[in-house]
């Protein structure tokens, strides 16, 4: 996750600076903000299985949590989990490696029958000629990052296929030391060093282009970062094989995935139509787009049953465009959620201590990602009712079928109350966490809301 605002020094007190949208990409105009348009045909979608789509990011590295965490992921019906495998903690010094620290990221979860992206990240103090540097600082000459990449990619050889390269690069402040905005041309050097390194050990594996924080915020945003590395490096679109995406809103994420009107937000349909914009005049237009990371923290707004909503709005929709597997920003809140910033607040469970005997409990968006990792595991999105004109305005939604068996899943954006006529009688009705909710009437017109509501049909005969 990248925190939008720098943490300066002032004495012992951290001064916050936050941060306003800057140039560096053009935004929606908020007078004239209207809701997303549909990136979906009319037609049939061929979307991939809800279940194969599933991730989490941020979760347990080492420790006691990890056999929870994994107990907790194959509850959900996780099958993929993103983590880093961090290189100054792997080659603590020169040709000194060491991989017990990455089999403790890694192992647990792959015995548990969960995939792992594993981020190739971030520098090494010893890399680097900058007085004072961490691991945030990028080496000075790429091979060295390479060899670590040939080692890391060595040792997981018939484990790990997938890589991502780097985090949020252009959060420099954070992520790509000491440049504020990262270095897009540094960049497209160090990833084509490790791609090339990384094909050369496994011509099978699958290298993601590390995601960008998506707004320009201080920083330039994904957009114009990914032009300014094409720019540098014409020949870029034939060193990744994945494009990493980021579509947080605003930081504090509170903004639903449909977007505006906030003024200056984004939706999520606007954020990936414009990434595969940029990416087409790179000639990377046939590489897929993977969400790594999104999420909404407990904060403002957003309270747990929000998180929830939004979760399942978030999931269906950039599934249905496309852009999976989805990686939730994180398993776990940390011991402080309700602090600013809310970075301990993102949590599908809430934060446990086993010497205070405090448990780690399900928040409802846990139960939300349960049933579409459970219940529509096997599920693929076929329709986007709005784009095939089915619904009302202001109603949003998709057809799922699990089979022979056909639902629909549907919510309002904005946050009005509205009617949606299914095809048929629905037989059963699931609320966003999958509680069986009365369905005593065998009317076809069904009242909605912004809170998701599956509904089940009578038969596959569903297209009115």
């Not at 061929?46 to 279940?51: D, E, N, P, R, V």
């Not at 060491?98 to 995939?115: A, Q, S």
């Not at 049953?305 to 776990?332: G, K, S, T």
Request: glycine share 10%; net charge negative; charged share 20%.
């Amino acid at each position: 996750m990248n925190l939008p605002y720098r943490a300066l020094l002032c004495g012992s007190v951290p001064l916050l600076i936050v941060v306003c949208a800057c140039s560096g990409s053009s935004m929606p105009d908020a007078q004239d903000a209207t809701p997303d348009p549909p990136l979906t045909p009319p037609g049939s979608l061929h979307s991939a299985l809800i279940g194969d789509s599933l991730c989490v990011a941020g979760i347990p590295r080492s420790g006691s949590l990890v056999p929870l965490a994994v107990e907790r992921l194959q509850e959900l019906g996780v099958g993929l989990v993103r983590t880093d495998l961090t290189w100054s903690l792997m080659e603590p010094s020169q040709g000194d490696f060491d991989f017990n620290p990455m089999d403790e990221r890694v192992m647990p979860y792959w015995n548990g029958g969960i995939d792992v992206l594993g981020i190739l990240d971030y520098g090494n103090p010893w890399a680097t000629s900058v007085e004072g540097a961490d691991d945030k600082v990028p080496p000075d000459d790429p091979a060295d990052f390479a060899a670590y990449v040939i080692a890391i990619v060595g040792h997981f050889d018939g484990i790990l296929d997938t890589y991502e390269i780097w985090n949020e690069p252009n959060a420099g402040y954070r992520f790509w030391k000491p440049e504020l905005k990262g270095d897009p041309a540094a960049f497209g050097v160090l990833l084509k060093a490790a791609v090339t390194a990384g094909r050369a050990t496994c011509p099978t594996c699958r290298f993601v282009f590390g995601a960008p924080f998506f707004h320009s915020q201080l920083i330039d945003g994904h957009i114009p970062f990914l032009e300014q590395t094409q720019e540098a490096h014409p020949d870029l679109a034939s060193f990744y094989d994945v494009m990493g995406f980021h579509p947080y809103p605003f930081y504090p994420p509170t903004t639903a995935p449909e977007g505006p009107p906030p003024a200056n937000e984004w939706s999520f349909a606007q954020m990936l139509e414009g990434v595969r914009e940029v990416m087409e005049t790179g000639g990377a237009a046939d590489h897929p787009v993977w969400t790594t990371e999104v999420g909404w923290p407990i904060f403002g707004r957003v309270t747990p049953e929000r998180q929830a909503d939004f979760l399942v709005r978030a999931y269906m929709a950039l599934i249905a465009m496309d852009a999976a597997p989805i990686c939730w920003y994180n398993l776990f809140d940390g011991p402080n959620p309700g602090d600013f910033p809310p970075e301990d607040a993102f949590g599908l469970l809430t934060y446990g201590d086993p010497d205070t005997g405090v448990e780690h409990m399900p928040k409802p968006s846990f139960h939300a990602m349960a049933q579409l990792g459970n219940r529509f595991a096997k599920g693929r999105i076929t329709r986007d009712l709005r784009a095939a004109g089915v619904v009302a305005e202001g109603v949003r939604g998709y057809q799922i079928e699990v089979g022979t068996v056909v639902w629909w899943v549907v919510w309002t954006f904005p946050e009005v109350t509205g009617t949606v006529v299914l095809p048929g009688s629905a037989v059963e009705i699931r609320d966003v966490t999958g509680e069986l909710m009365e369905n005593e009437s065998a009317d076809t017109a069904m009242m909605v809301s912004d809170r998701p509501r599956f509904f089940r049909l009578e038969s596959l005969d569903s297209n009115p």
